[in-house]
């Protein structure tokens, strides 16, 4: 079982400040997804990474992905009340056939105006 | 252009009645997910079809049935809801294991 570890589970700091999620495992993933989710609303794909250490950038959200493909990390600069929310990191096993997606257990965003 | 779609968006139900909730795919993805969310919790898989093949994950309770009629529309069938299937319900599709794009979601509300 692929399982993936996320921290911190909860986070709360001012605007304009920067911060950094990490989605570690002991797994190798083929693919490697971060969604956020607002509440009563289905999760929304930020970005996906598939090479190992592989970094994109989504306006002020860098992603990376780690040289070995089993973690990475969200980091947010200057954040803004927008960006509260429910991020989750998910992973895609490797070969063929399709299992669902593992999702970590997700970080909990709140900006304070 | 909702891309998934499920129906309803809000599902109040009684104590043991059977529900069934809906979702409906435009992408013609091949993997098609359901998934349950507690209150701040992360999405649990539930099951998953590859076409047409039904993929149960090792704990989902037999309460909770699936049906994939064609590539586009697949449903969630829970036979008798406890209190305990209170949750959102999230349907999402994909090509493979790869990006899922997901549904706005079922609140169910039991009674």
């Known amino acids: 079982t692929q399982l993936l570890e996320q921290s911190p589970q909860f986070l709360s700091i001012q605007e304009g400040e920067n911060l950094t999620v990490y989605c570690n495992s002991s797994?190798?993933?083929?693919?490697l997804q971060w969604y956020r989710q607002e509440p009563g609303e289905g999760p929304v794909l930020l970005v996906t990474?598939?090479?190992?250490?592989e970094v994109k950038k989504l306006k002020r959200l860098t992603f990376q992905f780690g040289d070995a493909r089993k973690d990475s990390s969200l980091h947010i600069t200057a954040a803004q009340p927008g960006d509260t929310g429910l991020y989750l990191c998910?992973?895609?096993?490797?070969?063929?056939?399709?299992?669902?997606?593992?999702f970590g257990k997700g970080t909990h965003l709140i900006i304070q105006p | 252009d909702a891309m998934v779609i499920q129906n309803p968006r809000y599902q109040v139900t009684q104590f043991g009645k059977p529900v069934t909730l809906s979702c409906s795919q435009t992408?013609?993805?091949?993997?098609m997910y359901w998934y349950q969310q507690k209150s701040s919790q992360a999405p649990k898989l539930l099951f998953h079809?590859?076409?047409?093949?039904?993929?149960n994950e090792a704990d989902t309770p037999d309460n909770f049935q699936s049906r994939r009629p064609n590539t586009s529309f697949c449903f969630l069938d829970i036979r008798s809801p406890g209190l305990g299937d209170a949750a959102m319900y999230l349907c999402?599709?994909?090509?493979?294991?790869?990006?899922?794009?997901f549904g706005q979601g079922t609140r169910l509300t039991v009674v």
């Open positions: 797994s190798v993933f083929s693919s």
């Open positions: 990474v598939v090479t190992g250490g």
């Open positions: 999402a599709t994909s090509v493979m294991n790869t990006e899922a794009f």
């Open positions: 998910a992973g895609g096993g490797g070969g063929g056939g399709a299992d669902g997606l593992t």
């Open positions: 079809y590859y076409d047409k093949d039904f993929n």
């Open positions: 992408l013609n993805h091949n993997v």
